[in-house]
């Protein structure tokens, strides 16, 4: 949380109450609010070292703000293609589409706060449509396979979901 704090501080943003920390090298992401920790998640990020450049299917590192919420009202493991619920379970797809990283139940869009460093030009982690969502590989949670996203379990992501708003922090490293 100190990390947090420190750059929030340096971009004049006040920390609100819900915070999420996204830890790559434990791959985790944990849930705190009003600086107390509320549950931890097991997650995967990227298959490729993290980046915060365009192309690079790096996860970001950063702050962040969630900027959108997506799929509320979604049953678990619903596929998203373009954020737009397909209406099929990803048990449904052929298993040439099952065997690729699909966004399933829920979508929460993440916003680069830090100028130069993930947001703008090159570093957007907005315009690379980096989210925090659901996997069809639950399995392999806790190992790196990802395109630069953090992927959860279907059950986990939905409850996540629940409890965060549009503007809570997240912070990757």
Known sequence: MERVTKACAQLGIKPGERVLIVRISTATLQFFRKGALVKSYVVSTSLKPPSNIKGSMG???????????????QPAGMVFKSRLPTGRHFSEFPDSEAARQLITSRILWLR????????GGEVDTYDRYVYIHGTNHEE??????????VEMRNHDVIELYDEVRVGDLVWIE
């Not at 970001?60 to 509320?72: D, F, K, N, T, V």
């Not at 392999?140 to 996203?149: D, I, Q």
């Open 59 to 73: 996860t970001p590192r950063g702050l962040h703000e969630i900027a959108e919420r997506i799929g509320g009202g």
């Open 112 to 119: 680069g706060l830090e100028p130069g460093v993930n947001r």
């Open 140 to 149: 392999r949670l806790g190992e790196p396979m990802s395109a630069g996203c």
